[in-house]
């Protein structure tokens, strides 16, 4: 028998009826999160809906866990939250689940209720009078099974068991003139994966909204096949310590190829089938509407996976926009988030003539698609590209590639030219207080070469405010003292600020480059906002703490040479946003 805790679960839904917008009430949520766990337990978790859904009472605001069966047999712990419905009332379904190697929101007042972007935006759903439900994933949390990194035949196929059970035990799902279930879907990176993978054969899904998630899975963790050993230890070491012997064997055995700077060929294929880019020309005729949301200092799931997902999505003619944030996974001990170490979504963004809240912009995107409210997100522009944290502009499509640059020869000695970097970076720019600024510089480019700091290469000067926001190109080649050698170089954007002098690396995004020979590659989107007297200019690094076990090793002498392409916008864009400006 399960123990009722209406009551109680009242209690919490009343405390958690708030967004945290600061890092101290976040801090303050945690303080509770710890106090509610010890008060939490259960004896026996229900495998079917409330008895009285079966009839068209009024229904008070609940949350309460349930067990899903998948098709397999296998049990995925869910938490159901209920909403108020007036006697025959029915609403929409939205479904949440979590990133990889994490765990469900499984109350109003938990993790992700509080602390993660994609659970305050499903809290807010069941508040605007949602069903919500938020899943474990197969081998997270209280979910049976091993961890199969989205296997279409486990993972995937489970968001399908979701609804089945939804629409078998939660009676009061709306639907539209057809008959059909009005369903959306939110969630990031993992969860994000699973509804885009599930949308190619599941069409009972309406609306989604996937965040910070991939397109083309192995070329987002090893692009130019050089893995991204930073973020792939963060990964694996979280999975493995909070959900103990349940990956798939296949992952960490690659993990100690990736250390040693390789991807094989099974786990890239493995990966292959597990990326909507495989199943891109294969969707069924009605995609759901999405809104996708991709970070820009994402240095796991760059903004480039955003913007081809996009392209995919809009083949079938669905509704798809994109906010493109600031934030998304950044790595720990490299790049700074807060509160929850390792990934973050702003809560507001800048787009055009608006400031948004993004939690509401979600629920606007969920109340037009799923309860029909014409025009509700109408607000949401096609593609919002930031610029920082206070700035961004409205554009109709991303620019790929741009004007040409000549970049000569860039020298790198050896493999751990910029390991200090991060340390440096405060203090150059401390010491950018006391610089002056120069609006007037020149930008020469000539051979450079890097030992201790990256290589930089200055070419070009903004003679007035100006944009740089895209993806560039680079064409070119990489040579090496030593032929037989296997060199590896990152290349990355950067402007070298005429207020303080001091060098950044645009969005905080490399692209590795490997082997001697010639390369022709599309680079990480970057964005940012120059004002008169930057220089922009190339920096090459021998390493990169993204990278941190890719990298040729203490010895190396490399160059590389050839053409970039710079995504530099107008001089005076058309629409730019501000803090001061109008907010939704």
């Known amino acids: 028998m399960v123990i009722p805790l209406s009551t109680y679960q009242m209690h919490l839904y009343s405390f958690g009826h708030f967004r945290t917008k600061t890092g101290l009430n976040r801090l303050g949520a ?9 008060l939490t337990a259960c004896s026996t978790v229900p495998t079917k809906g409330p008895e009285y859904l079966q009839k068209n009472d009024s229904v008070s605001a609940d949350y309460y866990d349930v067990a899903i069966t998948t098709h397999d047999g296998k049990q995925l712990r869910a938490t159901v939250f209920q909403p108020t419905l007036k006697p025959g009332q029915q609403t929409p379904l939205v479904i949440h689940s979590h990133g990889f190697g994490v765990f469900r929101m499984s109350a109003p007042v938990s993790v992700y209720g509080q602390l993660v972007f994609s659970g305050e935006a499903a809290l807010a759903a069941w508040k605007a009078g949602y069903w919500v439900i938020s899943y474990d994933q197969r081998g997270h949390g209280d979910s049976e099974d091993i961890n199969r990194l989205m296997s279409p035949d486990h993972e995937v196929r489970d968001l399908s068991s979701v609804i089945d059970w939804s629409l078998a035990n939660l009676k009061r799902i709306s639907r539209d003139e057809s008959g059909d279930p009005l369903i959306g879907t939110i969630g990031e990176s993992y969860s994000g994966g699973a509804m885009l993978l599930s949308s190619v054969v ?25 893995p991204k050993s930073g973020w792939l230890t963060t990964l694996l070491m979280v999975s493995n310590t909070l959900n103990p012997g349940s990956m798939d064997p296949i992952i960490n055995a690659s993990y100690w190829e990736a250390r040693d700077g390789a991807m094989g060929a099974d786990i890239e294929a493995y990966l292959t089938v597990r990326s909507p880019k495989t199943y891109c020309n294969q969707t069924h005729a009605a995609q759901p509407d999405t809104l996708l949301i991709q970070g820009f200092r994402d240095v796991a799931f760059p903004v480039n996976e955003a913007v081809k997902n996009m392209a995919c999505l809009n083949q079938n003619g669905a509704d798809v926009r994109l906010i493109a944030t600031q934030g998304g996974h950044l790595l720990p001990f ?94 150059e720019r401390m010491l950018g207080w006391f610089t002056p600024t120069d609006r007037t510089p020149e930008a020469r480019s000539e051979p450079a070469s890097g030992s201790l700091r990256p290589a930089f290469s200055p070419l070009y000067v903004a003679r007035e405010e100006q944009d740089l926001v895209g993806i560039p190109r680079f064409q070119g080649h990489l040579s090496a003292t030593d032929t037989e050698s296997d060199p ?42 120059l004002e008169a007297g930057d220089i922009v200019g190339v920096w090459l690094f021998g390493y990169h703490n993204q990278y941190r076990f890719s990298h040729t090793g203490w ?20 629409h730019i946003s501000s803090r001061n400006q109008m907010k939704h």
């Open 334 to 427: 490299t790049q700074w988030s807060f509160p929850t170490p390792g990934y973050e979504v702003e809560a507001e963004v800048h787009c055009g003539d608006h400031t948004l809240n993004l939690t509401q912009a979600a629920v606007d995107w969920l109340d037009e698609k799923l309860k029909g409210e014409f025009g509700k997100a109408a607000y949401i522009p096609g593609m919002c590209l930031t610029q920082s944290y206070d700035r961004g502009i409205v554009t109709d499509q991303i620019q790929q590639g741009g004007r040409q640059f000549r970049i000569e020869p860039l020298t790198i000695t050896s493999g751990f030219t910029g390991f200090f970097e991060t340390p440096i970076w405060p203090m």
């Open 555 to 574: 010895f190396m002498d490399a160059s590389l040479e050839g053409l970039i392409e710079l995504p530099l916008l107008d001089s005076k864009p058309n």
């Open 488 to 529: 590896i170089v990152f290349l990355g954007v950067a402007v070298k600020r005429a207020n303080g002098r001091y060098y950044e690396l645009i969005s905080d995004q490399v692209t590795p480059l490997r082997s001697v020979g010639d390369h022709s590659s599309e680079l990480m989107a970057i964005s940012t906002h």
């Open 202 to 226: 599941e069409p009972r899904i309406d609306a989604m909204i996937p965040i910070t998630t991939w397109y083309d899975f192995p070329g987002s963790l090893a692009p130019n096949r050089v």
């Open 30 to 38: 945690w303080i509770a999160i710890m106090a509610l766990a010890t």
